[in-house]
Every structure is written in C-alpha cells, then in structure tokens.
C-alpha cells in the first residue's frame, strides 16, 4: 500500500507530518539557519520515498489552501489529481439468443476437418559469457510423444531430484533486513508506518551483529573468567549482569554463572534471586559425579537458581572455599548440561579455583576502574596469568568502569596503558545498581549499560576462536 503523508504548516518556520488513517504520533519539522522550511520539508518527503522506493502521496496544507502531490524516489515532486469512484451501474443482460431450430435435418454430408496443432519451439537462450552452457539432451532416435507422461500414485519415483533445490528459498538475514527500532529511523518507522532499515554503521546494526555472534556456536566446555587480583572492583556484578546478557539471545538454562570467590563474598547478596539455603557447589558435587552420564535435570536444578534473564547461578562452598580438584568438576558438570560458564573469581590469584579458572577459561574479564590502584591491580592480573597460561593474554578484554570515586582524568592513560599491550579494551558507563551494591536484574539496568554488556558479551565470545583447545 502506498503511503500518504498529511503535511500541516503550522507557521513560518515549523510544520507537521502526520500518515494518514493511522493513530501515531507526528513528526514536527522546523525551518533551520541553513535550510528554509519547504527545503526541511522536502528533504524528509524525499528520504521517506527513497528509502521505501515508492511514489509517495502527500497532501499539502498551508492555511485553508491544500494540494495534493506526489513525491518520486529521485526527489522529484508532480501535482497529483485526484481519482473519482468507479461508478457502480449495472450493465443491462444482453437478450439470450434465439434458439435455432434443430428439428430440420442437414441437407448435405457433415465433415468435420481439424488443421493440424503446430508447436512453437521456445527461442534459445544466450547464456551469459561467464556461465557455462547448459548440456543440451542427446536427440532420441523415434519422435518422442507429446503427450506428457506422469507417474501413478503408487509407482516409485526415479527420476533425479535435484530440481527441487531450486525451490528452497534463499535464508533471511534479520539483522539487516528488519526494520529499525533505535533512532530516527525507529522513530519514523514507529510514526508512520514505514520499514526503513537501519544504517550499516548505527548503533543499532552494530547491536544485531553483537547479539548474532552472542547466539552463535561456542567451544567445547566454554569459560568466561572475570577476574581481578583487586577487590572492590566491580567483579561480581559484572559476572552476574554479563551472564543475564548472554542468556537473553541464547535462551533459558543454556548459560551459568559460577560463584569461585572467597567464602563469605557478596555473590549471594547481588543476583536478583538468591539461592536456598543448601543450594551450592559442594551439595552439588557431593550429589552428582563428574563421570555421570544419566543426570536428571530435576536432580541438577536442586543446586541451581534461574534469574529472570533464563540464566542459572550457583555459589561456591558456604562453609570452605572449592579446592583445585572441586572446582574441576564443577566444571565438568556444568559444562555437560550447559552451553556456557561464567566465573566470578576471588581477589587471590593463589587460591586453587582462581588457578583453575586461569588454566581453563578461553577468556578473561578483568574489571577496571578509573583509579591507579585498580590499573595496577589490572596488571598484577595479568601477570598471575601469564605465569599459568601465557596464551591467554591474547584472549584477554579489560572492561574501564566508571563508578563513584573514580579520576575522569586518569581514564586516557589507563587506557592508553592497556592498549599498547595490544589487549581489547571495552567502556562500561556509570550503572546506580552497580554502584549502590543493590541485586543485578538486567531488565532494571540502564539502557546504555544493557548495550555495553552486549559488546562487551560479543568482544569476550568472539575471542573464543583464537583458543588453542
């Protein structure tokens, strides 16, 4: 259906769009420095009609004067008559026809001829100069009959059937097909009705191709550490909030975030639902084996606590921090029924679950705020892992948060610091739920925070390709 555009001036400088037949809201336009009013005006009627590659109707008001015009795709503007109804009159029935009177005999021999039925034989098609010609049939020795033959129910098809791959449709891209939600072109597509796409570079189609690598495939037992041999750095509500986005596009009960922090820590006080009372890793591995192969997954959800993001959580030993062995199997058992881990570390990079984490994750999150003390706690960091795993390093992303006593000023060479040791960098904003040590809940986030967790989420799984095994 084409669409029609009411435009209204309202003064000198400002006017109102508004589609016709649909409750949505305006869109006011305004004269600027540079541009006169109907340059505004006609600058939006042209990208509306170019993106949507229509002829688009406008009616044009200007106090009690109106004209109704039509926009063309390459800016051009024609008066545009108005159509009349089809006016509705009811042909008159012709009178039948007189029967003839077959009653009288023929008075000579009847001879019925036929002329012979001549096939055209359809014109040959020129392929292209780089396309191959197609074989043509060997010519069959008898004349073969036109009468096309077909199969019974019952017979056994023979015939090859590779021309039904022709049939198949070519797949959908969604994430640069649908119609944009996030800006202008959201707000035009949301007024009036339209299917603009968003632009290669928008925020908008850089998030589609975040949340598409998110989905994607993983590794085998795939690990995200986030660790920081600082305390107070943020790790755990990172891990919680970053395992929520990664649960959002790749589903319920696919992705769990793991408590290996010190006994005592903050874990069970910041995830939106918190665990029961015996719920956690120890009850876990004391209840199912490493080696189990027939585990019911009502059996494991006793241990494991959903989030409202899908997500599952489960904490560490209440009673003794995980030894090496412990938190090995807990990783094992784990990565059997979900697809991916997140761990939140503890502040000593010489407890047996932080050196397990180092030696098994495919990558590492380490939290930065914009303080000296956390750079250099950052690059002690990185230090303990490249004494376990050196490859690491090059799977390695660090995340600058912003929070309540930070340095604005010391951001630039933080940042610089890390980025000449070629490792990624991400920019988390200011988030009052991280800060105020309330519990995480992704959907309660800032919006602005929800997007760089998805980043951030991507930047981290990406790196998964360049792990060694």
């Known amino acids: 259906m084409t669409p029609t555009i009411d435009v209204e001036i309202t003064s000198e400088t400002t006017a109102r769009a508004i589609l016709a037949s649909a409750e949505v809201d305006p869109v006011d336009l305004q004269a600027t420095e540079t541009e006169t009013l109907e340059a505004v005006v006609h600058r939006?009627?042209?990208?509306?009609?170019?993106d949507q590659n229509v002829d688009l109707q406008v009616v044009y008001r200007k106090g009690e004067n109106s004209r109704h015009l039509t926009v063309l795709p390459n800016g051009k503007v024609e008066p545009r008559t108005l159509s009349t109804p089809i006016p509705t009159t009811v042909p008159t029935a012709p009178p039948p026809a007189r029967a003839e009177d077959s009653s009288a005999p023929p008075t000579g021999p009847v001879v019925v001829a036929a002329e012979p039925i001549t096939y055209e034989t359809q014109s040959e098609v020129?392929?292209?100069?780089?396309?191959?010609?197609?074989?043509?049939?060997?010519?069959?020795?008898?004349?073969?009959?036109?009468?096309?033959?077909?199969?019974?129910?019952?017979?056994?098809?023979?015939?090859?059937?590779?021309?039904?791959?022709d049939l198949v449709a070519a797949p959908a891209s969604p994430v640069a097909s649908d119609p944009a939600r996030l800006g202008l072109r959201g707000r035009l597509n949301a007024a009036l009705g339209l299917k603009l796409v968003p632009k290669e570079a928008?925020?908008?189609?850089?998030?589609?191709y975040a949340q598409?690598?998110?989905?994607?495939?993983?590794?085998?037992?795939?690990?995200?550490g986030v660790m920081q041999v600082k305390g107070g750095v943020g790790k755990t509500p990172l891990s919680i909030a970053l395992t929520d986005s990664i649960a959002t596009y790749r589903g319920s009960r696919r992705v769990v975030c793991a408590d290996l922090g010190e006994v005592g820590g903050s874990f069970p006080d910041r995830v939106a639902v918190p665990p029961a009372h015996g719920?956690?890793?120890?009850?876990?591995?004391?209840?199912?084996?490493?080696?189990?192969?027939?585990?019911?997954?009502t059996t494991l959800r006793q241990y494991l606590t959903q989030q409202p993001s899908g997500a599952d959580v489960v904490i560490g030993g209440a009673a003794a921090p995980l030894r090496y062995d412990q938190a090995q199997a807990l990783g094992m058992i784990?990565?059997?029924?979900?697809?991916?881990?997140v761990a939140d570390t503890g502040n000593s990079s010489l407890a047996d679950s932080w050196q397990w984490v180092a030696g098994a994750a495919h990558v590492a999150v380490i939290p930065v705020p914009i303080r000296t003390d956390a750079a250099i706690g950052a690059q002690r960091t990185l230090k303990a892992l490249a004494a376990v795993r050196?490859?690491?390093?090059?799977?390695t992303v660090i995340v600058i948060t912003d929070g309540p006593g930070d340095i604005p000023e010391d951001e630039h060479d933080i940042v610089e610091r890390f980025s000449n040791l070629a490792v990624p960098v991400c920019r988390m904003p200011y988030e009052p739920l991280f800060a105020g040590g309330?519990?995480?809940?992704?959907?309660?986030?800032?919006?602005?925070?929800?997007?760089?967790?998805?980043v951030l989420a991507s930047t981290a799984i990406g790196l998964m390709d360049r792990a060694a095994g």
């Open 44 to 50: 939006f009627l042209h990208s509306v009609a170019k």
């Open 126 to 165: 020129v392929p292209h100069p780089q396309t191959p010609a197609p074989s043509r049939p060997q010519a069959h020795s008898q004349t073969r009959s036109r009468t096309p033959q077909y199969q019974g129910a019952d017979e056994a098809v023979t015939g090859p059937l590779e021309a039904l791959a």
């Open 202 to 208: 928008s925020l908008e189609m850089r998030l589609r």
């Open 212 to 224: 598409t690598i998110i989905a994607g495939p993983l590794p085998d037992r795939a690990l995200i």
């Open 279 to 297: 719920s956690d890793a120890l009850g876990l591995l004391a209840e199912i084996s490493p080696a189990a192969t027939d585990v019911r997954p």
């Open 334 to 341: 784990l990565s059997q029924h979900r697809d991916l881990i």
């Open 390 to 395: 050196p490859n690491l390093l090059s799977r």
């Open 438 to 454: 309330k519990r995480i809940a992704l959907s309660q986030l800032r919006r602005q925070t929800q997007d760089a967790l998805t």
